[in-house]
């Protein structure tokens, strides 16, 4: 196996409006960039923040991609189904003990070779060293970190925000305030941060605890991109915790995908969308504000959870 000379899948994910009374009520108007429409397989952010380290690894003449992740893992399944679909290997290093979760499952019918680390052995992953054994066992195969994050994942994201310029006229809209998006490590905002260059802020909304790190993670891209670490803010969205899902939010789930048409998962996009109508009830944006949320993707993973089938 080995890289194709180039990538030129470059999916262009639709911008739609989203119909929901709370907005309506409220006079601001969301129009949703469906990075879950990109691709049945290859859905959400992810393919955006392995674009560059796919074009790392061709140059450094790899002949496939080895990561990390957790047994619902979006990044792992979409990196898995680029690489079939591609013809590049992949191995996937796991966080726990062996499970057959759906998406593990998936992984393995799409040819990733699986690696259960346990729990400490995945929390050793920034450790110096811990790389080096999976890379004298796969010399050929390029190491991407958790989640595709950093500056080369952040870089893959820029191209978001042209998709989103070249439809507003498709809306009618001249032009929008901000955007809005769950963050899991805030890759995908520091990426529009770089492309919009303080044009229009950017709200992360954070499906993880303050302690994850994240506002450190972002600054940090930031930083090494020469960027000042400003046009955004993060917002606390996570309701207790990374994945935990509580009554409410799955109710809230339910209706909006009923009133919009548009299916969520309770850990990054409903709990994202929560935020924004917590944000839009307390008045945080005046009538006539426009905004685009990004759907990051995630339907496959929640396939494995209990309470959202
Ligand atoms: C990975 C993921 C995110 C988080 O993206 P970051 O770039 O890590 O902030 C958000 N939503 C979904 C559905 C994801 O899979």
Known sequence: MSFPDSFDWLPQAPLQPMTLDWLAQAGVEVAVLRLEQIDPLISGNKWFKLLEYLAAARQAGASGIISLGGAHSNHLHALAAAGQRFGFATAGLLRGHPQDTPTVLDLKRMGMHVHWL??????????????????????????????????????????????????????????????????????????????????????????????????????????????????????????????????????????SEGQSGIALEPLYTGKALLALREAVEARRFARGTRLVFVHTGGLQGRRGMTGAA
Request: charged share 15%; glycine share 18%.
């Open 118 to 255: 346990g729990y400490g052995g995945y929390r050793a992953r920034h450790e110096p060293g811990f790389w080096a054994p999976w890379q004298t066992r796969y010399p050929q195969l390029y190491p991407v970190p958790e989640g595709g994050g950093g500056l080369p994942g952040a870089r893959g994201c820029r191209g978001l925000v042209a998709q989103v310029r070249q439809q507003l006229s498709g809306l009618g809209w001249a032009d929008y305030h901000g955007w809005w998006l769950a963050c899991g490590t805030g890759t995908t905002l520091a990426g529009l941060v770089l492309a919009e260059h303080g044009a229009h802020p950017v709200y992360g909304a954070l499906a993880v605890p303050d302690d994850h790190g994240v506002a450190q993670n972002v600054e940090r891209i930031l930083c090494e991109a020469g960027h000042t670490a400003s046009g955004y803010e993060l917002l606390d969205a996570s309701r207790g915790g990374f994945a935990k899902v509580d009554p409410p939010l799955l109710a809230f789930i339910e209706a």
